[in-house]
């Protein structure tokens, strides 16, 4: 028998600023602490994803509430797909 999943999709927003030592550094306004600095915008943006995953979590735990717009609920038993933004960086 397969075991129902409930996922929700939050609305993340994210500034992401390059630093002047190098690198960038990625800060969600609505969650407080979610920071995270990384080499390349993708790592930035990697970082941070988890650290938010963390909070959520936490905050769960906690029985806060999450200050984040659900953009989706899902509940299924079977396979779920989604599409995530691919960010590509180049130098001009």
């Known amino acids: 028998m ?4 409930n996922v929700l999709e939050y609305e993340l927003p994210i ?3 390059p630093l002047e030592e190098g690198g960038y550094l990625a800060r969600c306004e609505k969650l407080q602490g979610c ?7 993708e790592k930035a943006l990697s970082y ?11 905050r769960k735990e ?7 717009r659900v953009i989706k609920k899902t509940n299924t038993k079977s396979k779920i797909r989604f599409s995530v933004p691919l960010i590509y ?4």
């Open 62 to 68: 906690e029985g806060m509430s999450i200050p984040l």
């Open 15 to 17: 500034t992401i600023s």
């Open 48 to 58: 941070i994803t988890d650290v938010a995953r963390q909070i959520i979590d936490i």
């Open 2 to 5: 397969k075991q129902q999943m």
């Open 35 to 41: 920071i995270a600095e990384g080499e390349t915008v």
């Open 89 to 92: 960086q180049f130098n001009v």
